[in-house]
C-alpha cells in the first residue's frame, strides 16, 4: 500500500478551489490540460432548489480554469448541458470524474432523465417528489470523449454501465471512479443501489471491465466489492499501484476510519478483492485551513485525486458550511495540498 494519504495533508488554501454564486458546487475533478492550465469538470444546480435532491432533476457539469492546481478556479462553460427528455442523460449530468489518456479526454459522469416538467423557482420539491422518484432510479453511468479539454464532447445515446435485474445494482449505477491503463483497458468502480420491491437498498460498490474504454463495460461481481452491512462506502477514486490498485472513500458510518464520512484507505491486487488499508484513514471533515483556522465541515465527499508525474499531489473535494447533511448554506469545491 502506498504511503498514508492522511499523514500527508497540508492547510487547505481558503481562497483556492471552486465556487459559484447562485449556485450549489459539487463533484470536482481535475486534469492539466495541453494549454498548461488546470481543468476542472464540476457539477453544479440553481440554488433556487434544496442542495439535495436537487441535484438530480437539474445538475449539469460545467469547466472551470486555473493556472495553478490550487485555484481559484474560474467558470468556463457548461460542457454536459440538459439536452431533452428523451435522452438517457437527458436532464441532470452529475459526478463527473476527467481523465487524460493517449491525448484524448474522457469524461465519465452519471446521468438520468425523467419525464416532467422542471421545478420552477418557488415550487415545493424533495424526496418523495415523482421527478426525485423517477430521476434517482435512471442514474446510470455514461461516457463522453473529446480531441480537446474544450471539446466538443461527444456523448452517446446510451449508458455505458447499465443495471442488471436481480443482482446488487438493480436500481441504478452512478458514482464512477475509473482507472484507464496504459492499453487503454478500464477497471470500474461505482456505487449502486438494489430493487427492494417498489423501494430501494442501501448503497453497495460493484467492479466493472472493458477491454478498451470504447468498448462495452461488463459487471465482474455477483456480489458487492465490500460486505455492505459492514463496510457501507460511498464515493470511490481508485488508482493503479505498483501491487495492483488503491482506492479511498466516504465512510459513511465511521466504522472503519472512527469518523462519520471520513475517508478510508483500500487496496487490491485485481480490482475485485478488496481488503481495507492496515491504518484506513485518508481524510477527514476536520480541516485545517492555510489562515490557521481549524474547523470541521459540513460535508467533505466526491475525494478526487490529482496525479502529476506519477505522484498524487492534490486531494480535491466537495464541501459544504453547516452542520451536515447537507444542511448548509454555500457548497464549493475545495483542494487540500499533499506533501511529500
Known amino acids: 500500500m502506498t504511503t498514508n494519504l492522511y499523514e500527508r495533508l497540508l492547510p487547505a488554501p481558503v481562497n483556492g478551489g471552486f465556487q459559484m454564486s447562485g449556485y450549489w458546487v459539487w463533484c470536482g475533478s481535475v486534469v492539466h490540460g495541453d494549454d498548461g492550465q488546470y481543468h476542472m469538470f464540476a457539477s453544479r444546480w440553481p440554488k433556487h432548489l434544496p442542495m439535495h435532491p436537487g441535484w438530480l432533476v437539474h445538475s449539469e457539469v460545467v469547466r472551470a480554469v486555473s493556472d495553478k492546481p490550487e485555484g481559484p478556479y474560474q467558470f468556463e462553460e457548461v460542457v454536459l448541458p440538459a439536452r431533452g427528455a428523451e435522452f438517457w442523460d437527458g436532464r441532470s449530468t452529475h459526478n463527473p470524474h476527467i481523465v487524460k ?19 420552477k423557482p418557488g415550487e415545493a420539491y424533495g424526496l418523495d417528489d415523482p421527478r ?67 423501494t430501494f437498498s442501501d448503497m453497495a460498490l460493484g467492479a466493472a471491465w472493458a477491454d478498451h474504454y470504447t468498448g462495452a463495460y461488463r459487471s465482474l461481481s455477483e456480489n458487492p ?15 493503479k499501484t505498483e501491487d495492483g490498485y488503491a482506492m479511498i472513500a466516504k465512510d459513511m458510518k465511521g466504522n472503519i476510519c472512527n469518523e462519520r464520512h471520513g475517508g478510508i484507505q483500500a487496496y487490491s491486487r485485481d480490482g475485485l478483492n478488496w481488503q481495507i488499508a492496515e491504518h484506513p484513514k485518508a481524510y477527514s471533515r476536520h480541516v485545517t485551513w492555510d489562515d490557521g483556522t481549524k ?25 459544504a458550511d453547516g452542520d451536515g447533511n447537507f444542511g448548509g448554506r454555500n457548497t464549493w469545491n475545495m483542494v487540500i495540498p499533499l506533501g511529500d
Open 101 to 119: 489518456h493517449d491525448g484524448k479526454y474522457l469524461l465519465f459522469y452519471m446521468g438520468t432523465t425523467y419525464p416532467f416538467s422542471d421545478v
Open 132 to 198: 426525485c422518484i423517477v430521476a434517482r432510479s435512471n442514474k446510470r453511468i455514461g461516457l463522453a470523449v473529446a480531441e480537446q479539454v474544450q471539446g466538443p464532447w461527444v456523448r452517446r445515446d446510451e449508458p455505458i454501465l447499465d443495471v442488471r435485474p436481480g443482482k446488487f445494482d438493480s436500481y441504478l449505477t452512478s458514482n464512477p471512479a475509473p482507472c484507464v491503463h496504459e492499453d487503454g483497458s478500464v477497471l470500474l468502480i461505482y456505487k449502486s443501489r438494489a430493487y427492494q420491491g417498489h
Open 225 to 239: 466489492i465490500f460486505p455492505p452491512e459492514d463496510v457501507h462506502l460511498e464515493d470511490p477514486f481508485i488508482w
Open 295 to 319: 474547523k470541521q465541515m459540513g460535508n467533505f465527499e466526491r475525494p478526487f485525486l490529482l496525479f502529476q508525474d506519477g505522484r498524487p499531489t492534490h486531494l480535491f473535494a466537495a464541501t
